[in-house]
């Protein structure tokens, strides 16, 4: 079967193909193990070589890129420099997409000053806080402007996509501004929910609640670990006044 099927070549794909929201999802991580296999040397590789490296299993993969045309060769797996195009062409990374922040604080400081940016597809290309101490820091080449300047350099510099590093109480404020000068993509790493005209996408990233996820693997495992040996149902109090066996607990029962 063909491996690539180039968009705008007679029987090709949609050059946008419809994917799940969970295909797209995953993409990026497919991006990056075929980057670190590129770097090694190797030209192809296996459906398997590949679901691996990305952490999911193999027929999960070849479902999603099958949603890109491609289908790898029999025997040869995937050419390794075509398969990075295709994606790079559905994810919007053949060019680089203009990036600002707002928010320079601790987290907002060290995604300013973060340099895998570049090699991803996207630059940074202002700096934006409210704080007068914050104003005229210099940070990885960049100068921190007031947000007020918002406006003429969305437009200097074509911003894409907003980022905003605030605290939750200035979060939904500054959205506001973003979308007002043309931003229709935030990625949003204020512990709160932003509201957002229909047309603009949101991407949440919570640190706390990924923290909280773990904390309750955690407690399952512990939960699991615990279990009587012969097989018992030793009651574990919750709050409100219920009760379960620990081996619903476990399981989530």
């Given at each position: 079967?063909?491996?690539?099927?180039h968009?705008?070549?007679?029987?090709?794909?949609?050059?946008?193909?419809?994917?799940?929201?969970?295909?797209?999802?995953?993409?990026?991580?497919?991006?990056?193990?075929?980057?670190?296999?590129?770097?090694?040397?190797?030209?192809?590789?296996?459906?398997e070589?590949?679901?691996?490296?990305?952490?999911?299993?193999?027929a999960?993969?070849?479902?999603?890129l099958?949603?890109?045309?491609s289908?790898?060769?029999?025997?040869?797996?995937?050419?390794?420099?075509?398969?990075v195009?295709?994606?790079?062409?559905?994810?919007?990374?053949?060019?680089?997409r203009?990036?600002?922040?707002?928010?320079?604080?601790?987290?907002?400081?060290?995604?300013?000053?973060?340099?895998?940016?570049a090699?991803?597809?996207?630059?940074?290309?202002?700096?934006?806080?409210?704080?007068?101490r914050?104003i005229?820091?210099?940070i990885?080449?960049?100068v921190?402007?007031?947000?007020?300047?918002l406006?003429?350099?969305?437009?200097?510099?074509?911003?894409?996509?907003g980022?905003?590093?605030?605290?939750a109480?200035?979060?939904?404020?500054v959205?506001?501004?973003?979308?007002a000068?043309?931003?229709?993509?935030?990625?949003?790493f204020a512990?709160?929910?932003?509201?957002?005209?229909e047309?603009?996408d949101?991407?949440?990233?919570?640190?706390?609640?990924?923290l909280?996820?773990?904390?309750f693997h955690?407690?399952?495992?512990?939960?699991?670990?615990?279990?009587?040996?012969?097989g018992?149902?030793?009651l574990?109090?919750?709050?409100?006044?219920?009760?379960?066996?620990?081996?619903?607990?476990?399981i989530?029962?």
């Amino acid at each position: 079967m063909s491996q690539h099927r180039h968009p705008g070549r007679a029987g090709a794909v949609p050059a946008l193909p419809d994917l799940p929201e969970a295909t797209v999802a995953r993409l990026p991580e497919y991006l990056r193990a075929l980057h670190n296999v590129a770097e090694t040397g190797h030209e192809t590789i296996s459906s398997e070589g590949l679901a691996n490296a990305a952490g999911v299993n193999s027929a999960k993969l070849r479902k999603d890129l099958s949603h890109l045309g491609s289908y790898g060769t029999r025997g040869v797996g995937y050419d390794v420099a075509l398969l990075v195009e295709q994606i790079e062409y559905v994810l919007g990374l053949t060019q680089r997409r203009a990036v600002a922040l707002v928010g320079v604080g601790n987290l907002g400081h060290a995604l300013a000053g973060y340099d895998g940016f570049a090699g991803r597809g996207f630059r940074i290309v202002a700096l934006f806080d409210a704080d007068p101490r914050r104003i005229g820091e210099e940070i990885n080449g960049l100068v921190v402007r007031h947000i007020d300047e918002l406006p003429e350099v969305a437009a200097e510099e074509s911003v894409a996509i907003g980022v905003i590093a605030t605290p939750a109480a200035a979060a939904q404020r500054v959205a506001d501004q973003l979308v007002a000068v043309g931003v229709t993509s935030i990625l949003n790493f204020a512990p709160c929910v932003l509201a957002v005209p229909e047309g603009v996408d949101v991407r949440k990233v919570d640190l706390a609640i990924e923290l909280q996820i773990l904390s309750f693997h955690e407690h399952r495992k512990a939960a699991l670990t615990a279990l009587p040996a012969a097989g018992g149902s030793a009651l574990t109090a919750l709050p409100g006044g219920f009760a379960v066996t620990e081996s619903q607990e476990a399981i989530g029962t």
